[in-house]
């Protein structure tokens, strides 16, 4: 299995621009997760799905911010318009269950500048 | 929702040394307790992790315990050696809030 496929790796962007990321999740996997990774914040959970179904989008910090699982093997977060806070690398993860045995799976990321 | 306090922020130890990372949490329902570590530059990984009905977990140069009663948890490395330079996240698994929440992370750099 490859594990869990993120892209782009990186992306640049001007303010205002929208900027799509994408993940593909490990296959049989049911728990698709975003996590945002800062300095200041360490790793925040986004929002979460189970079955391609959002589960707890709680942590999406505005309307700026949008996700989507049209199928069990493709996720994109969306950022509309980018703003240069939202600076960061985005982890997508995912797992068979909230309480995995093997953790986590997380992608490589993206890291995403805002300019 | 859940509060993981994580420290310290940054750990400079001599290789052969040991280190201590603490963990304190606020759910009192949270059962679940996995560490992960990052690698610069690379994705978290699960190093290992401790349920509620567990005090201590070894696994080689690693360890982990839990103080339920206290709420808090740490990782204690053996014998650092240079590879185990990362930054290093505790986290708790919250039953009744559903979802995992991550410590802010401790950057460990072992001096050989």
């Known amino acids: 299995d490859a594990g869990v496929i993120q892209s782009p790796r990186h992306e640049v962007t001007e303010m205002g621009q929208e900027v799509t990321l994408r993940c593909k999740p490990i296959s049989g996997h049911d728990y698709l997760f975003w996590y945002r990774q800062t300095m200041m914040r360490g790793l925040e959970l986004l929002i979460y799905f189970n079955n391609n179904v959002p589960i707890d989008d709680s942590g999406m910090p505005e309307d700026r911010f949008s996700a989507k699982m049209p199928n069990a093997s493709f996720s994109t977060l969306k950022i509309q318009p980018s703003e240069p806070r939202d600076s960061a690398v985005y982890f997508c993860a995912s797992s068979w269950a909230l309480l995995d045995n093997y953790g986590y799976t997380f992608g490589s990321g993206t890291r995403l500048t805002v300019v | 929702g859940e509060n993981v306090e994580q420290h310290p922020s940054t750990l400079s130890v001599q290789e052969g040394d040991s280190a201590v990372i603490k963990c304190t949490y606020s759910?009192?329902?949270?059962?679940?307790f996995p560490w992960y570590k990052q690698e610069l530059g690379k994705r978290p990984q699960l190093i290992i992790d401790?349920?509620?009905?567990?005090g201590e977990k070894k696994d080689q140069r690693i360890a982990v315990t839990l103080n339920k009663t206290a709420k808090h948890f740490s990782l204690h490395i053996t014998e650092t050696q240079p590879e185990d330079s990362a930054v290093y996240f505790c986290?708790?698994?919250?039953?009744?809030?559903?979802?995992?929440?991550f410590g802010i992370g401790t950057k460990l750099q072992v001096i050989p």
């Open positions: 759910d009192s329902a949270s059962n679940y």
């Open positions: 401790i349920r509620s009905n567990v």
């Open positions: 986290a708790a698994y919250s039953g009744g809030y559903q979802k995992v929440t």
